[in-house]
């Protein structure tokens, strides 16, 4: 078998003939998930069906579209193709995902359903004073989301060059404000529960499509493993099966993947989007199960991006895929392309659009629940709120905003490299929300002085540092690669950020003098191990 080295014909099958055939695969996904939120809004009557779905999903569903809201384009395309490009590199990013996992199994998931009823604000709420903590835990999620929102649109933007064929900005314009009020219609309408029906399907589409390649793949090279592998060295050379391809020419970027693995494995467990699952299911018991679901699905999600990732090395080559007008995030497409033709590309592209369409669903609805739950409802109410249909209301025209405004963001970031704005979402999810989360659940001496100080301290330490790193200038893929301000050295601050957020949490607890935080923390022990008392925090 021979790599293609015609980059450019490769390139225009996947992205110019076939338009038609993509939309026509999208459009249907669309109809069928339209029809299934339309039919979960029936049930979307009060706050905790809107916000937590009513509590109604067993372990296994919610584990399914925790894979769905957590397998975002960026670790379809994005991996596969840093593997295909950068090869062991690439792969690092996979173990670093799927590794999250167990922070947020073990310290995280069933606590926090204990602990809760809707948001994060709940929990930390639980023994601090209510209205600072409850703003401080909003503004995190709204920045967190905002974020990786803004990352997700704009990269709807550059995947429509290579899957449909537009090329112009006015156009691809037009599809992120498509996407985007697909978006709104799904969080609008059905909720958490329509949200997490298209979860589910989607994530069954992604691992069926993944798995289908790989064993394709597979079969090529007589399902041998090294046999792929020889073959894709042959074709890039042997730095693909090495490491340091992309992380071991310097002693900085050494560096760099320190601070961007623990990002990405501490950062999840802070994930709003994430954590907002829990609540989904009606015990902690099946919030356990959800998330050793989730590791299972996304484990072997990421095995099959080896495959396809070294596959599209070996079969497209790397040059080919850089040089095709999605750059690294066309392997995936490129290789459907040269394995099942104009029909496997078109499912891959749906498959794409659909993966983009369920993860910003999923972070407008946590935003908006956010901003009802813990600013309207328990900072501006005072938790005084008549009507829970207010509330619900409140959220809705909360999801409207959002997604307006996470449309022009995306149109305005349309082309750019987006890349910094996923690593400041985990980034701020590491440094803001897990060391208050955990603090508050293991520390009983810690404090409301205490969660401020390590929210608002994360937050302001990662975005500055983001903001003076090579990520943003100063660098040939920066976002602004003609300025140069970068004063910091790490593209990823959390090397830096996450232990200075931990610090700062310790530091506020310890100089203050109020006590309140301890005055609960027994109760708050003995609900988040054991589920004691778990009711009235699902009562609505």
């Known amino acids: 078998m021979q790599a293609i080295s015609a980059a450019q014909p490769l390139a225009q099958e996947a992205h110019g003939g076939n338009s038609l055939l993509n939309i026509g695969i999208f459009a249907i996904f669309v109809a069928v998930t339209m029809v299934i939120v339309f039919r979960a809004s029936r049930n979307t009557k009060t706050a905790s069906d809107y916000y937590a779905a009513g509590h109604a999903f067993s372990g296994p569903q919610n584990g399914i579209a925790i894979s769905g809201d957590y397998l975002s384009a960026a670790s379809f395309l994005g991996i596969a193709g840093a593997i295909a490009v950068n090869g062991y590199d690439g792969f690092l990013y996979s ?177 709003p989007h994430v954590l907002m699952r829990f609540y989904t299911v009606p015990t902690a018991k099946e919030a356990r199960r959800s998330v050793v679901w989730a590791i299972w699905l996304i484990g072997l999600f990421y095995l099959f991006t080896l495959v396809l990732g070294y596959g599209a ?38 498959v794409a659009f659909a993966t983009i369409l369920a993860v910003v669903a999923g972070l407008t609805i946590t935003a908006s629940a956010s901003f009802a739950h813990d600013i309207y409802a328990n900072v501006i109410k005072k938790g005084k709120v008549d009507d829970k249909q207010q509330e619900v209301k409140v959220a809705r025209i909360t999801a409207l905003v959002i997604g307006v405004v996470s449309i022009l963001g995306g149109i305005a970031a349309n082309g750019q490299n987006v890349a910094f704005l996923v690593a400041l979402a985990f980034a701020v999810a590491a440094s803001a929300n897990l060391p208050t989360l955990l603090y508050s659940l293991f520390w009983k001496r810690f404090n409301t002085t205490g969660a401020l100080f390590s929210i608002y301290g994360g937050l302001v330490i990662t975005i500055v540092l983001i903001i003076f790193s090579p990520a943003v200038s100063g660098d040939d893929e920066a976002m602004f690669p003609a300025l140069d301000f970068a004063l910091f050295p790490l593209k990823n601050p959390g090397l830096v950020s996450i232990p200075l957020s931990f610090l700062l949490g310790y530091i506020g607890t310890k100089l203050s003098k109020d006590e309140n935080g301890g005055t609960k923390y027994a109760e708050m022990e003995v609900r988040s191990l054991t589920g004691a008392g778990s009711e009235k925090a699902v009562q609505h």
């Open 95 to 271: 173990i670093g995902f799927l590794v999250a996992w167990l922070v947020a199994l073990l310290l995280v998931a069933e606590l926090l359903r204990n602990t809760g009823r809707y948001t994060m604000g709940d929990v930390l709420s639980f023994r601090m004073r209510e209205r600072p903590v409850r703003t401080a835990a909003s503004l995190s999620t709204l920045v967190v989301s905002f974020f990786y929102l803004l990352a997700q649109m704009a990269g709807a933007g550059g995947l429509i060059a290579l899957l449909l064929g537009i090329t112009d900005k006015g156009g691809q314009a037009i599809v992120i404000a498509v996407v985007g009020a697909l978006m709104i219609l799904y969080v609008l309408v059905g909720g958490m529960r329509g949200t997490t029906w298209v979860q589910i399907i989607k994530a069954a589409l992604l691992i069926a499509g993944a798995f289908v390649m790989t064993v394709w793949v597979l079969g090529l090279y007589g399902f041998n493993l090294s046999a792929l592998l020889g073959h894709a060295a042959d074709v890039a050379g042997d730095k693909v099966l090495n490491p340091g391809a992309q992380y071991g020419k310097t002693e900085t970027s050494k560096l760099d993947f320190i601070s961007l693995g623990i990002a990405l494995v501490l950062g999840t467990a802070g994930l």
């Open 313 to 350: 090395g070996a079969m497209v080559g790397p040059d080919a895929i850089k040089d095709a007008p999605g750059g690294v995030n066309s392997a995936a497409p490129l290789l459907a392309s040269h394995l099942g033709g104009p029909l496997l590309l078109g499912f891959i592209s749906a």
